[in-house]
């Protein structure tokens, strides 16, 4: 079983950065490929980026290329996400997701999930 615990979270003016963290319960962290989804409310659960377990390979939705950051250090056991130039619609409760399999973009794919943290952007 593996534990997520998502941190950072907060408000944010928009143009702003913010960086979330993701602290995973176990020291084998290295072998789940990890991510981070939102879901803002009234909407479905969306993909924002996904990392490989040894951070080689990454993946992001379009609507974040360029803006956002995923990155893991294996050693503290923690993922990152790295929120620039931030827009309201970025608003949302950001969640962390470990999966055994590779990296991939869908929800159901995942094996664990945090409870999430909810980011407000103002405009």
């Known amino acids: 079983q593996v534990q997520l615990v998502e941190s950072g979270g907060g408000l944010v003016q928009a143009g702003g950065s913010l960086r979330l963290s993701c602290a995973a319960s176990?020291?084998?962290?290295?072998?789940?490929?990890m991510a981070w989804f939102r879901q803002a409310p009234g909407k479905e659960r969306d993909f924002v980026a996904a990392?490989?377990?040894?951070?080689?390979?990454?993946l992001y939705a379009d609507s974040v290329k360029g803006r956002f950051t995923i990155s893991r250090d294996n050693a503290e056991n923690t993922v990152y996400l790295q929120m620039n130039s931030v827009k309201a619609e970025d608003t949302a409760v950001y969640y962390c997701?470990?999966?055994?399999?590779?990296?991939?973009?869908?929800?159901?794919?995942?094996?664990?999930w945090g409870k999430g943290i909810l980011v407000t952007v103002s405009s």
């Open positions: 176990v020291r084998t962290v290295s072998t789940y490929t």
């Open positions: 997701a470990a999966d055994r399999g590779l990296i991939e973009n869908r929800a159901a794919r995942m094996d664990y």
């Open positions: 990392i490989s377990r040894t951070g080689a390979t990454t």
